[in-house]
């Protein structure tokens, strides 16, 4: 919500996003994606993947956002998933690397979602 105007937060669009969250959270396709990021999270938290020397050169976490995204409310989710990756509003800002990707990916599909309906 931090990335709309003050005056279009309603209480009313606040419900639409968290009926929209849960639904997409229903989603087998979306489960499975941030499943997988989760566990690829947890492995390179727990060097588990020792190829990666430095995360900063993984893109895998962005493309599993934008599948995410574009799971739930099509292309024009991935284009808020740009806007949210790059602003880390809200919980995303403090999460590991490849958890903001995954969240904001699920964010972005969920508010296109809204405005489309």
């Given at each position: 919500m931090e990335l709309l105007d003050e005056d279009d937060v309603t209480s009313d669009l606040k419900n639409r996003m968290e009926a929209q969250?849960?639904?997409?959270?229903?989603?087998i396709n979306v489960i499975e994606l941030l499943v997988a990021a989760?566990?690829?999270q947890q492995d390179?938290?727990?060097k588990r993947i020792?190829?990666?020397q430095n995360p900063?050169?993984?893109y895998a976490d962005e493309v599993l956002g934008i599948a995410i995204?574009?799971?739930?409310?099509g292309t024009k989710a991935v284009l808020n998933f740009k806007r949210y990756i790059e602003a880390k509003p809200g919980i995303i800002y403090g999460?590991?690397?490849?958890?903001?990707?995954?969240?904001?990916?699920l964010i972005a599909g969920c508010i296109s979602k809204v405005f489309e309906e």
């Open positions: 969250i849960l639904k997409s959270l229903s989603d989760i566990r690829a390179l938290s727990g020792r190829e990666i900063d050169y993984l995204s574009n799971q739930i409310a999460l590991p690397p490849i958890l903001d990707d995954i969240f904001a990916g």
